[in-house]
């Protein structure tokens, strides 16, 4: 089976754009979920989504915003970039039931400017 | 307080020899789940071992043993045989209500993994 793929794998945008990161899960996962990676506060959840639906949500402000697809393909959205969004993007994937292992994606890495 | 616990920075160990990495948690929840995985240098997190917080045994997947001990609320990582490729970043996490959909990971902050020839 394919892995969990995310593009881009690399990103560039200046303060106040937005971006748009995407996730494609492995075959038959209906869950997706988002992390973001810094150095200063490591991993964090963002927000998990299952059959179209945002079932969980982490403590990030709302121009962090996502979606999921009838194929399960999810994006994230973040608006009116910041400095400190500068950050690895994780996505990982799962079958969207109880307690199962998340497999993640290479990630994709963003520079704000 | 933190919820995942890794108090070594930096490892480093010679190929062939076994390391272990430590990590500690703090949950009030019955159910839970504890994962390890590997960050090389390119980021992608790999998945390694996994311990149900009702599991007897200790966990183990080829050259990977997982350490728990739910009393001292600990989950060592145990790498035998040490290999190059080996080094990278290992993070401790965990799921807890496990018995709910959705949950969240929750991370360490990290050890770094120095395996030298």
């Known amino acids: 089976k394919a892995g969990v793929t995310q593009t881009p794998r690399y990103l560039i945008k200046t303060r106040g754009q937005q971006v748009t990161l995407s996730c494609s899960p492995i075959s038959g996962h209906r869950s997706v979920s988002w992390y973001q990676q810094t150095p200063g506060q490591g991993l964090q959840f963002l927000f998990e989504?299952?059959?179209?639906?945002?079932?969980n949500k982490g403590n990030f402000p709302g121009r962090f915003s996502g979606r999921q697809f009838s194929n399960s393909r999810s994006e994230m959205n973040v608006s009116t970039l910041e400095l400190g969004d500068s950050a690895l993007y994780l996505c990982?994937?799962?079958?969207?039931?109880?307690?199962?292992?998340?497999?993640f994606g290479p990630g994709t890495r963003l520079l704000v400017l | 307080a933190q919820k995942i616990t890794q108090t070594q920075p930096g490892m480093f160990v010679q190929e062939k020899e076994a390391v272990t990495l430590d990590c500690t948690y703090d949950?009030?929840?019955?159910?839970?789940?504890l994962f390890w995985y590997k960050q090389p240098s390119s980021g992608e997190m790999i998945f390694l071992i996994y311990q149900g917080s009702y599991d007897e045994q200790n966990a183990t997947e080829g050259r990977y043993s997982l350490n728990f001990q739910k009393a001292r609320k600990s989950a060592n990582l145990v790498i035998s045989a040490s290999q190059l490729g080996d080094s990278a970043m290992y993070f401790c996490a965990m799921r807890e209500g496990l018995n709910q959909a959705g949950t969240a990971l929750i991370f360490g902050k990290g050890t770094t993994l120095s395996v030298s020839s």
């Open positions: 949950t009030s929840d019955q159910s839970y789940g």
């Open positions: 989504y299952f059959s179209e639906t945002q079932r």
């Open positions: 990982a994937s799962s079958p969207g039931l109880v307690g199962e292992t998340q497999y």
